[in-house]
Antibody
Framework: QIHLVQSGAEVKKPGASVKVSCKAS????????ITWVRQAPGQGLEWMGW????????TYAQNFQGRVTMSTDTSTSTAYMELGSLRSDDTAVYYC????????WGQGTVVTVSS | DIQMTQSPSSLSASVGDRITITCRAS??????LAWFQQKPGEAPTSLIY???TLRSGVPSRFSGSASGTDFTLTITSLQPEDFATYYC?????????FGQGTKLEIK
């Protein structure tokens, strides 16, 4: 079975960075990309960008340009999303998902930004 | 950027009903449209891609269709487990935007 297992909840202070991991299993990791989507409390889904696990090419949504870095480690079939200069409105659940189109989702990682 | 406008934003229905949710793209997306279901406290799950192709394991009471820039998700004979929030997403042009969601509630 295909699984995407994300790292645990994080609490960060404003201005800090957070790095979320997404470990894939059950398929050939380089054959697909990974996208990241976030959901603020009580809100809808927001697309952040994606990375090709084949060649590491990234495309980021304009809203996150300059603050987000997506990467992969093919030796461990793991994708990472690092978001910097955190603000309180970055408090959200962050999801990874296999693409394209999205088929499998991770379970989500709660990131809380609070002083 | 392509805007995805979902309607209605909320919907009340009864078990056994047939419902339709609409997603309108602000420009052509060549049917690169997916539908997702999300239950409270859970990650989304994937239902349909390329506007009308059902994911393996998704019940046949779910269907998707397209007409130009208008896309519909139809659920026939609603079951208790179908009450959830539904989102569309276009994956034709960056940024790959989502609709704002439709919350389907029990009447």
């Amino acid at each position: 079975q295909i699984h995407l297992v994300q790292s645990g909840a994080e609490v960060k202070k404003p201005g800090a960075s957070v790095k979320v991991s997404c470990k894939a299993s059950g398929y050939i990791f380089p054959n697909y990309g990974i996208t990241w989507v976030r959901q603020a409390p009580g809100q809808g889904l927001e697309w952040m960008g994606w990375i090709s696990a084949y060649n590491g090419k990234t495309t980021y949504a304009q809203n996150f340009q300059g603050r987000v870095t997506m990467s992969t480690d093919t030796s461990t079939s793991t994708a990472y999303m690092e978001l910097g200069s955190l603000r309180s409105d970055d408090t959200a659940v962050y999801y990874c998902a296999r693409v394209w189109p999205i088929d499998y989702w991770g379970q989500g990682t709660v990131v809380t930004v609070s002083s | 950027d392509i805007q995805m406008t979902q309607s209605p934003s909320s919907l009340s229905a009864s078990v056994g009903d047939r419902i339709t949710i609409t997603c309108r793209a602000s420009q052509g997306i060549n049917n690169y449209l997916a539908w997702f279901q999300q239950k409270p406290g859970e990650a989304p799950t994937s239902l349909i891609y390329r506007a009308s192709t059902l994911r393996s394991g998704v019940p046949s009471r779910f269907s998707g269709s397209a007409s130009g820039t208008d896309f519909t998700l139809t659920i026939t004979s609603l079951q208790p487990e179908d009450f959830a929030t539904y989102y569309c997403q276009q994956y034709h042009s960056y940024p790959y935007s989502f609709g704002q969601g439709t919350k389907l509630e029990i009447k």
